[in-house]
């Protein structure tokens, strides 16, 4: 008897923690809500006004608050199933942007749904054409990654496994007074000159490099989230580095930790290929590789403010002595005296220029 007593009480206790293990397990039926942008666009243009209808779905429970965000920001909250509000958005970057409902039950279940947009500038880029002031020899074995101006000394990054290094060429004589090769191992990016120090990217291994201005004795080694590195600036305050996107990445200068990126936009459209970069009196000039074009951005828009044709600049039928002529890639400010030099990948020559407006 006693044994059956305690046969029949521990199939109570298995069917007890069977029923309780099925109703844990039962899916939790979290709110969805849906969002529509109206009008419903592909593309907006910063000022746009937007609208955003949502509407929440219940199975069980009852809606606390639905709770939405740009950009991980807070922008509107309601207690209503469905409803709407408007999106300023002169308020926000060019790009795209990330729009999040967060709806919470009474109970604490939550739940997330996201959508995205597109804003584009809304101002049209002034057009600039070239002068050439002066042409300058150039090394037609440098593939030229990156290109500084600093105190009468022209700093050059050339790329390539193998054959990448910096170089110190001195401007009054265009000789070259420092050099540094890199590893086999690695394809020299962008260069950038900040508080004594040269940094500079590599192309796919994510690592970059920091060495003393003067004597370019490396410092240190720092890596980045990027997948490649490409253009190298600085304003003053972060480095920026672009990466082959449309994407310019601002690092601080000592931890070498990423502080913010911003997307780069003209009036219609995302603009990729970014590569060589340079600071320019306040905005962040580039070469949109591939092309004879430079755009002028915006650092705290993203937008392109100007670009400039520099077609025909090395004019037609040049080669060097292995044909091998590569694309537009480089541009050197002199502060001091207020010019502008532009170069290529194998290119023969570097040229001052001056800007022209374009009146048409």
């Avoid at 209808?53 to 922008?75: A, C, M, R």
């Amino acid at each position: 008897m006693r044994t059956l007593t305690v046969f029949a009480f521990f199939i109570f206790l298995s069917s007890f923690v069977l029923v309780n293990c099925a109703q844990s397990s039962k899916r939790i039926r979290k709110p969805v809500t849906s969002i529509k942008i109206i009008p419903k666009n592909k593309n907006y243009t910063v000022g746009d006004k937007l609208t955003v209808n949502f509407q929440t779905k219940i199975k069980d429970g009852t809606l606390t608050k639905t709770e939405f965000f740009i950009d991980g920001k807070s922008v509107f909250t309601s207690d209503k199933i469905e409803g709407s509000f408007e999106i300023e958005s002169k308020n926000y970057r060019v790009g795209t942007r990330y729009l999040k409902s967060l709806s919470t039950l009474s109970d604490g279940t939550t739940g997330e749904n996201y959508t995205d947009f597109l804003l584009l500038s809304d101002i049209i880029p002034q057009r600039f054409s070239y002068k050439i002031i002066k042409t300058l020899p150039h090394n037609i074995e440098h593939f030229t990654e990156g290109f500084e101006i600093r105190n009468g000394f022209l700093y050059e990054s050339t790329g390539q496994e193998g054959t990448s290094s910096i170089y110190k060429i001195d401007l009054s004589s265009w000789k070259v007074v420092k050099e540094i090769k890199l590893d086999d191992k690695y394809f020299g990016e962008g260069i950038t000159i900040l508080n004594g120090k040269i940094y500079q990217l590599t192309y796919k291994t994510q690592i970059g490099f920091v060495r003393d201005l003067n004597t370019f004795e490396l410092i240190k080694t720092f890596t980045y989230k990027n997948a490649q590195g490409w253009g190298f600036t600085n304003d003053g305050k972060y480095l920026i580095m672009s990466d082959g996107t449309e994407y310019l990445t601002f690092l601080d200068p000592e931890t070498l930790s990423e502080v913010k990126k911003i997307q780069v936009c003209n009036q219609k459209g995302i603009v990729a290929n970014l590569n060589e970069l340079e600071y320019i009196n306040g905005e962040i000039w580039a070469n949109v590789w591939t092309t004879d074009t430079l755009v002028r951005i915006d650092p705290k828009t993203g937008k392109i403010v100007a670009e400039i044709d520099l077609k025909g600049l090395l004019g037609s039928n040049i080669s060097n002595q292995n044909n091998q002529v590569d694309v537009l890639n480089g541009i050197a400010y002199d502060q001091d005296k207020g010019k502008i030099y532009v170069t290529g990948k194998f290119w023969p020559k570097i040229f001052e220029i001056e800007l022209v407006k374009n009146t048409k």
